[in-house]
DNA sequence: TATTAAATAGACATAGTTGTCTATTTAATT
DNA sequence: AATTAAATAGACAACTATGTCTATTTAATA
């Protein structure tokens, strides 16, 4: 499968926008930044996203299917299923320390554009479902000790999760979500 | 104590800006439309605050003040040390409400503007902290049945709150802060 | 009431925003 | 090699942004 002439454009602009929306927000990078760092022209930006919205958009997609795989091949590394939940923390953890404690890109989405377009909402809410729905699954294959419910442990894993990047972004350091790994072992 | 000239304007000005920075956002919402809504001059807005930036800054340290006062007295009003953890819950679940599931405004500044001013991410620091401290003293004295530390139990609560108003923004209702409540009731 | 300080309206400078359009060059396909 | 499609540079329109400045009016104080 060789790479179409118009997919690496795409790419570029993707690539550019992913990295500009993360690292200084959405508002505040402007078409003239991405198309200059991505190394294109304006009229294929244009092309191939008919505004910065569906910019936006379609790099939240990309990220939400991109991040996911990763994650999922992650857990699926390990076989124990309790030790299954306890990636998830190492994997955001470590995530968090290589970007410099940037926090979480669907949750900057949201803060900076979620009211203003719904699909962007849209997008966001589907990545953290499709989240939360895989963290129900390996509780319930886990055995843990029952001490909570299933969906309370699920809901617990999955606040931490978000509550402990959150903390990341803010302090700069990841102690916060080192200590939620080491709680929910306690719990399991 | 009656209001001076000058603090009437200000007021204007912080309050008009701290509903179009929530609403909109910091970089969506520009100075012309803060003016006009605010009802007062621009000349008047630059003599008091210095820049946009400035103007966050000191809305951030309002809503600290004013935010964090009512906090206190809402969980002053308790008196059994365990439900004073609970009432934690109680008051932002029902902020949240209030307010249409907006979520932070702290983690919403520190997503769009944090990276830009370190006098931004200062003033979020500090009011992350403070909530991290008083919550740290009634964990002291809440006199939990110690499943787990004083550090961890106070690490869990500050995360499931922000966890859970996240969840909350990202949709729209109030689920999983309910849940957190429980899960909390059942570790004290 | 006269003085002083503050708030006002609004023009203005400068720069940036998104998005469109044209003319040209590049590259892939027949 | 000729044709077709795509990417390019860059001018341009229309608008918005922050911040400055002047001239005027308002209000508090002495």
Redesign the interface.
Known sequence: MIKQRGQVVIDKILDTAERLFF???Y??TGINQVIEEADIAKASLYKHFGSKTDLLVAYLQRLHECWFNKLEADVNKEVDPKAKLLILFDHHLERQVRNGY??CR???A???????DERV?AE??KA??HLKDFIARLVVNSGHQK??TD??LT??I???????I??A???KQAD?LQ??K??IQ?LL
Chains 1, 2 share one sequence.
Not at 110 to 116: I, P, R, T
Not at 158 to 164: A, E, K, P, V, Y
């Open positions: 690292t200084q927000g508002h505040i940037g926090g669907f949750i900057k949201n803060d900076e554009a979620g009211m203003s909402l966001i809410q953290k479902q001490l909570l969906k309370e809901g617990l999955f606040m931490m999760l978000d509550g402990g959150i903390a972004s803010i302090f916060d200590s939620a080491a709680i306690k």
